[in-house]
């Protein structure tokens, strides 16, 4: 098993490319995030690391990390998966020794955790237990008051806001703290974007959409504040800001829910998006 790492995005995305596109829906994530550093770099963060596994001269397995956020691991080939997964937590482990967890497929992360805990000692801890879904066709929700605009400017406090409170309710962080500087990529960067639901001229619901994959691209942050739930808004924007992508030329979107929200997993079902496989985040303790 031969393995490479990679510090440009484009190189990784020749190599890999063909490989992710296998199972797109399932390596949406990292295929989104790629592209979206190929096309978009940014100077503010720490330099991405991208990694394969080959065999035979074909890629078997891949990863990537842009720090600080976990490590992404793409679904393997089911044949030679132990091995490679091994062959890359030798390459991850001498780049990042203190790793702090690693999220993708349930079917590649639980075991490459268990080979990361055992060389290093350290716990597994599960952080998230999610599900990727991957929409076709839409079905609209029906009677839901309001219409679907994209944000602009003067959106972007109240989006730096919510996304804070998105974090805090959704991903566990512990305060909630406006995100700006993300809030402002949101509504600049090209290949992203931040929808709003607008009812009666009140801002009551977003989601976003980025990470364009080979013929699809990830919705995600999707907030309606808690007094505002329970009418339908959320699951109108998404519907609609799907339909949206579906009518520019994707012929998928993709999303990731927590398996925790029973309420978020049945919306999205009844607005056309299907279970592909589950997903899991680790965290080293």
Known sequence: MHTTTYGDPQAFLDRASSFL????????????????????????????????????GMVVAACLRTPPHPLSLALAVPEVQDSALAALVDIILLQFPDLPAISGPSTVVEPCARLIAERTGRVMQIKLAMRIYQLIEVQAPHEVPGALCRATESDIELIATWLGEF?????????????????????????????????????????????????????????????LRGRGYASACVAALSQLQLDNGRRFCFLFTDLRNPTSNKIYQRIGYTPVCDATEIAFV
Not at 23 to 52: K, M, Y
């Open 21 to 56: 596109a296998t199972q797109e829906a399932a390596n949406n994530l990292i295929l989104g995030v790629s592209a979206d550093l190929a096309g978009n770099p940014r100077d503010d963060e720490a330099p991405p690391f991208f990694a394969t596994a080959e065999d035979d």
């Open 167 to 227: 974090d805090h309710e959704a991903l566990g962080a512990p305060d909630v703290t406006p995100h700006l500087a993300a809030a402002q990529r949101w509504v600049r960067a090209p290949n992203r974007g931040i929808y709003l639901w607008e009812d009666a001229g009140q801002t009551v619901s977003m989601a976003g959409y980025s990470g364009p994959t080979i013929h699809g691209i990830r919705i995600n942050s999707v907030y309606t504040p808690p007094g």
